[in-house]
């Protein structure tokens, strides 16, 4: 079964080219930050990851779903200090030392040992849970998933396992009652393996999310099923078994949601990978409370298309990729600000250094570290980092009428402070009035003060960050007075 997700992954890239190849040529430049190939993936050493690194002691640790010693797909770290990556597991398909093959899903840390899974290979072919402890190197098969029925019901997880009080929930991709997925839980204490909700397509189906836990409840996401077919957002009580379909998706709001939902406050926002207004997905917001879905921003291609990853929050704005769009239709870094609907594209990936990322972006010293599942060296995937160049924090406004003479009667005034990661160093800060640009100031002026300005009249200012290489920011805006 895993092969058929494989070819669904092709297929959507395949579909996504053409939609991109429909819309305009011209791409987006970067607006700034230092990306960096870390790690080119050969073959040897693991090939083509999907998953997000996770970070423990300043080491990142990963899966690549094919290659290794036995092609199977391999765990492995990356030490950014120093550059060194290490196989640590090499899998080994339906037996052998290391069952299982094809791991997709993100490393889950619990007391100093990675829980994960495979998407294929164990006992039944089906895919596994299993452990991982970096202190010891030991490997543990711990479920083997035996597909529609039998001892652990489901097939093919895909998604990271979310932890609840010291037991793991998570979801099959395929299998259980009928055959589109489960929910189940998993405690390690215990090793027991419970189906604690089956999909039946009428409300989801072909689960591929991690779940997202708030308030006790999971929320999570079907990437097919429901109402049109289009994918499901769903919310599970684990205290009551209580599954609800909460969202149904119908392609003109987005279609196939893959990524996990992430919370903002008490809003869950996420992407499509297909539908919206140009068919390349959408960012949007479901506010549980009061079940409102928004679509936020429409992919058009130019500017991205098929976004499979999670969003990653902070500082208030929004990190991702898509797999597909862009300069050169291979996906794009991007960041989007839900106070202002402002979405930027912060890099275009060119194959050379990596292409179609399916990975969520993970921060660490104020740097996003990120792996893209093709290109490089050998076009089976790289480890990157991306230092981003962001626009100043805290920009405030004030009208005063100047008391130091007649030749100025009143100016707005304006201060700001220094961008809020230190991912990349500013080189200096454009200021524009209504769009234009009225001056550029040195790195260490953090204020600035437009004279002649008429009493009450409302302007628009924005401020920018610039680096060394000339490249800009994205705008923070504020009117005055």
Same mark, same amino acid.
């Given at each position: 079964?895993?092969?058929?997700?494989?070819?669904?992954?092709?297929?959507?890239?395949?579909?996504?080219?053409?939609?991109?190849?429909?819309?305009?040529?011209?791409?987006?430049?970067?607006?700034?930050?230092?990306?960096?190939?870390?790690?080119?993936?050969?073959?040897?050493?693991?090939?083509?990851?999907?998953?997000?690194?996770?970070?423990?002691?300043?080491?990142?640790?990963?899966?690549?779903?094919?290659?290794?010693?036995?092609?199977?797909?391999?765990?492995?770290?990356?030490?950014?200090?120093?550059?060194?990556?290490?196989?640590?597991?090499?899998?080994?398909?339906?037996?052998?030392?290391?069952?299982?093959?094809?791991?997709?899903?993100?490393?889950?840390?619990?007391?100093?040992?990675?829980?994960?899974?495979?998407?294929?290979?164990?006992?039944?072919?089906?895919?596994?849970?299993?452990?991982?402890?970096?202190?010891?190197?030991?490997? @543990? $098969?711990?479920?083997?998933?035996?597909?529609?029925?039998?001892?652990?019901?489901?097939?093919?997880?895909?998604?990271?396992?979310?932890?609840?009080?010291?037991?793991?929930?998570?979801?099959?991709?395929?299998?259980?009652?009928?055959?589109?997925?489960?929910?189940?839980?998993? $405690?390690?204490?215990?090793?027991?393996?419970?189906?604690?909700? !089956?999909?039946?397509?009428?409300?989801?189906?072909?689960?591929?999310?991690?779940? +997202?836990?708030?308030?006790?409840?999971?929320?999570?996401?079907?990437?097919?099923?429901?109402?049109?077919?289009?994918?499901?957002?769903?919310?599970?009580?684990?205290?009551?078994?209580?599954?609800?379909?909460?969202?149904?998706?119908?392609? +003109?709001?987005?279609?196939?949601?893959?990524?996990?939902?992430?919370?903002?406050?008490?809003?869950?926002?996420?992407?499509?990978?297909?539908?919206?207004?140009?068919?390349?997905?959408?960012?949007?917001?479901?506010?549980?409370?009061?079940?409102?879905?928004? $679509?936020?921003?429409?992919?058009?291609?130019?500017?991205?298309?098929?976004?499979?990853?999670?969003?990653?929050?902070?500082?208030?704005?929004?990190?991702?990729?898509?797999?597909?769009?862009?300069?050169?239709?291979?996906?794009?870094?991007?960041?989007?600000?839900?106070?202002?609907?402002?979405?930027?594209?912060?890099? !275009?990936?060119?194959?050379?250094?990596?292409?179609?990322?399916?990975?969520?972006? @993970?921060?660490?010293?104020?740097?996003?570290?990120?792996?893209?599942?093709?290109?490089?060296?050998?076009?089976?995937?790289?480890?990157?980092?991306?230092?981003?160049?962001?626009?100043?924090?805290?920009?405030?406004?004030?009208?005063?009428?100047?008391?130091?003479?007649?030749?100025?009667?009143?100016?707005?005034?304006?201060?700001?402070?220094?961008?809020?990661?230190?991912?990349?160093?500013?080189?200096?800060?454009?200021?524009?009035?209504?769009?234009?640009?009225?001056?550029?100031?040195?790195?260490? @002026?953090?204020?600035?003060?437009?004279?002649?300005?008429?009493?009450?009249?409302?302007?628009?200012?924005?401020?920018?960050?610039? !680096?060394?290489?000339?490249?800009?920011?994205?705008?923070?805006?504020?009117?005055?007075?």
């Amino acid at each position: 079964m895993g092969e058929i997700m494989r070819l669904v992954r092709r297929v959507v890239v395949i579909l996504l080219s053409l939609f991109c190849c429909l819309g305009p040529n011209s791409g987006h430049a970067s607006n700034g930050g230092i990306y960096t190939d870390l790690f080119d993936f050969d073959g040897t050493h693991g090939a083509n990851p999907f998953a997000t690194l996770t970070l423990n002691g300043g080491v990142f640790y990963g899966t690549a779903t094919s290659g290794g010693t036995s092609t199977f797909g391999v765990i492995f770290s990356f030490d950014p200090s120093s550059s060194t990556y290490t196989d640590l597991v090499n899998f080994t398909g339906n037996a052998g030392a290391f069952p299982g093959s094809a791991p997709a899903a993100t490393l889950t840390l619990n007391g100093g040992i990675f829980y994960g899974t495979a998407q294929n290979g164990g006992a039944s072919g089906n895919g596994v849970i299993f452990s991982f402890d970096p202190s010891s190197s030991a490997y @543990t $098969d711990l479920i083997n998933f035996t597909g529609n029925a039998g001892a652990f019901p489901g097939s093919d997880p895909l998604a990271t396992l979310t932890l609840n009080g010291g037991v793991f929930y998570g979801t099959t991709f395929m299998g259980g009652a009928s055959g589109v997925g489960v929910i189940f839980s998993f $405690d390690p204490s215990t090793s027991t393996y419970t189906v604690v909700h !089956n999909f039946d397509g009428t409300n989801g189906s072909l689960p591929e999310a991690a779940l +997202t836990l708030s308030g006790g409840v999971f929320y999570g996401t079907t990437a097919f099923g429901g109402a049109s077919g289009n994918g499901v957002i769903f919310s599970f009580d684990p205290s009551t078994s209580t599954y609800t379909d909460l969202h149904d998706f119908d392609d +003109t709001n987005g279609s196939l949601p893959a990524a996990a939902l992430t919370l903002s406050g008490e809003v869950f926002y996420g992407t499509t990978a297909f539908g919206g207004a140009s068919g390349n997905g959408v960012i949007f917001s479901f506010d549980p409370s009061t079940s409102t879905y928004t $679509d936020l921003h429409d992919f058009d291609g130019t500017n991205g298309s098929g976004p499979f990853a999670p969003l990653t929050l902070s500082g208030g704005v929004f990190y991702g990729t898509t797999m597909n769009g862009g300069m050169s239709n291979l996906g794009v870094i991007f960041s989007f600000d839900p106070s202002s609907s402002t979405y930027t594209v912060l890099y !275009n990936f060119d194959g050379t250094h990596g292409s179609l990322p399916e990975a969520a972006l @993970t921060l660490s010293g104020g740097i996003f570290y990120g792996t893209a599942t093709n290109g490089g060296a050998s076009d089976l995937g790289v480890i990157f980092s991306f230092a981003p160049l962001l626009p100043p924090s805290n920009l405030t406004g004030h009208q005063k009428k100047n008391n130091s003479g007649a030749r100025y009667e009143w100016f707005n005034g304006l201060k700001w402070q220094t961008p809020t990661l230190s991912g990349t160093e500013a080189a200096g800060y454009n200021i524009y009035r209504d769009g234009v640009k009225i001056a550029t100031l040195s790195p260490s @002026t953090l204020h600035y003060n437009d004279h002649n300005r008429k009493k009450g009249v409302k302007t628009l200012y924005s401020v920018t960050t610039i !680096n060394v290489q000339g490249n800009e920011s994205s705008r923070v805006n504020i009117t005055v007075p």
